[in-house]
């Protein structure tokens, strides 16, 4: 879901970067105090997996394709909303000055949509049904299924306000795509937790084991 | 358990084993977003077939627009599949180095400021 530059005029890019420039300072906070000599890999080879992950299209029927975003996994193994915009600000920003996916005006409004939304949709979608269900693959599928669905929907707001287009239409195809997409997402996202978990459980968020351990001590 | 040092070699191994499959395997369909567009533009049914000759009609006004180093992850057509693979060898070791340096940046500016 990653909008070119053709898709929004300059001025409403630029406001959207607004926005995600004061999560990047938010993410870049969390950074500072979070990351340390042991969590570093991780998240850098998170980071570098992401990116992979995400040049792999799988067709999901209906003529389209989609791949995972990450900001639900990210968010869930780091523990941290802001773990996910601070890698997917990066991913994106590889993507877009690099090979040109996603455009640069639009990468405020991708940044929003991939990291922000789809970080903190997945965060609080796991740490909610994990104090409900205490199951983590079916929390941690169900958030990750969320997290592309709902910034999709975000991203066809935007489009409608670009002139690009119209809302319920938009709306209806992008939901649909995306619900798709979605599966894909869910099912990455359980596998990758259960690989990481097994590989370094220390580097795994203590929300992931236990409800308990899901408030931010 | 595996050592920070195995953890990393064997993360970006996987991470470019799975883009150096997705350059033979991935899907060439268009994604979510550019299927809406083309369902929007009357190009394809919300959920048939995209045709193969579909393509994105750019009507706004007052856009951006960026001519960047490897587009669509590719070297040009002459380079083939080899330069899909070099783009996303260089794609996951550039995030990777990008989120390194960031991090280690934030963190000598956290200790100076003490």
Known sequence: MHIPDAFIPIWQGAIYWIIALIFIALALRWAKNELNEEKLPLVAVLAAAIFAIQSFNLPVSMGTSGHLVGGALVAIILGSPFAAVFILTMVLIVQAVIFGDGGIVTLGANIINMGVIGGFVGFYTFKGLMAGTKSMPVSAFVAAWLACVIPALAASVELFLAGMFPLVEGMIAMGTYHALIGVIEGIITVAAIYLIMKARPDLVDQGVYSVKGAAPV | ?114
Do not use: C
Request: hydrophobic share 50%; no cysteine.
């Open chain 2, 1 to 114: 358990m595996m050592d920070n040092k195995t953890f990393i070699v064997a993360g970006l191994i996987i991470a470019i084993l799975i883009g150096f499959i997705a350059v033979f395997m991935a899907s060439s369909d268009p994604d979510g977003l550019e299927s809406t567009a083309l369902v929007i533009q009357g190009e394809k049914s919300l959920t048939g077939v995209t045709p193969p000759d579909a393509e994105v009609q750019e009507t706004l006004e007052d856009t951006f627009s960026y001519e960047s180093l490897m587009p669509d992850y590719s070297l040009g057509e002459e380079w083939g599949a080899l330069g899909g693979i070099i783009a996303i060898i260089v794609g996951t070791i550039l995030a990777f180095l990008v989120v390194i340096g960031l991090a280690y940046a934030v963190k000598m500016g956290a200790k100076t400021n003490q």
